[in-house]
């Protein structure tokens, strides 16, 4: 069984997190006792108010960290693939994904050596096709002649040369 990957930097951000919650708990019940004795506002919002600001912010930090995960990267990378034609740039990635450059060209070294994506120079850029992703036509073709026919047509022999026409995946 695979070990869950901790998070870089988890430990303080867990931290932070329990310390914001706690504060927002404590901010609850002055906030609540301020209803009858007014002068726990101010403490009640002394307290409140870190407390959101810090488990706002490890809330943050724990979702981009999760967002840069190598598992997670790839798939958001396949998807946007998916989305584009089956292939992507390096400049699209960190664009579209909103992700480090470093982060993205270590993601795509693993979908390359994982064999899913292919690089491809284009001029002065480098673009990654996705095979797997690319659409693919079925087709009849004569084995004689190489002439291509619809599938949807009910044929079995070419019209032009009568040969016999094979199923054909491009």
Same mark, same amino acid.
Not at 1 to 16: N, V
Not at 33 to 53: S, Y
């Given at each position: 069984? %695979?070990?869950?990957?901790?998070?870089? +930097?988890?430990?303080?951000?867990?931290?932070?997190?329990?310390?914001?919650?706690?504060?927002?708990?404590?901010?609850?019940?002055?906030?609540?006792?301020? =209803?009858?004795?007014?002068?726990?506002?101010?403490?009640?919002?002394? *307290?409140?108010?870190? +407390?959101?600001?810090?488990?706002?912010?490890?809330? *943050?930090?724990?979702?981009?960290?999760?967002?840069?995960?190598?598992? =997670?990267?790839? !798939?958001?990378?396949?998807?946007?693939?998916?989305?584009?034609d089956a292939e992507v740039?390096?400049?699209?990635? =960190?664009?579209?994904?909103?992700?480090?450059? !470093?982060?993205?060209?270590?993601?795509l070294a693993r979908l %390359?050596?994982?064999?899913?994506? #292919?690089?491809?120079?284009? +001029?002065?850029?480098? =673009?990654?096709?996705?095979?797997?992703?690319? %659409?693919?036509?079925?087709?009849?073709?004569?084995?004689?002649?190489?002439?291509?026919?619809?599938?949807?047509?009910?044929?079995?022999?070419?019209?032009?040369?009568?040969?016999?026409l094979e199923v054909v #995946?491009?």
């Amino acid at each position: 069984m %695979e070990r869950p990957r901790s998070i870089p +930097g988890g430990g303080p951000t867990i931290a932070a997190f329990l310390a914001g919650v706690a504060l927002l708990g404590l901010g609850l019940i002055f906030l609540c006792a301020a =209803v009858q004795n007014p002068a726990r506002w101010p403490i009640a919002l002394a *307290l409140f108010i870190p +407390g959101a600001l810090l488990a706002g912010w490890a809330g *943050l930090r724990w979702r981009r960290a999760r967002q840069l995960d190598p598992d =997670v990267l790839d !798939d958001n990378i396949t998807a946007l693939a998916g989305r584009s034609d089956a292939e992507v740039t390096l400049a699209s990635i =960190v664009s579209d994904l909103g992700v480090p450059d !470093d982060a993205a060209r270590a993601a795509l070294a693993r979908l %390359e050596a994982a064999g899913i994506a #292919r690089p491809q120079r284009r +001029g002065d850029r480098t =673009v990654y096709l996705f095979p797997g992703l690319q %659409e693919s036509k079925v087709i009849r073709r004569c084995t004689y002649c190489g002439n291509e026919y619809s599938v949807r047509e009910p044929l079995h022999k070419c019209p032009n040369c009568g040969g016999t026409l094979e199923v054909v #995946r491009t």
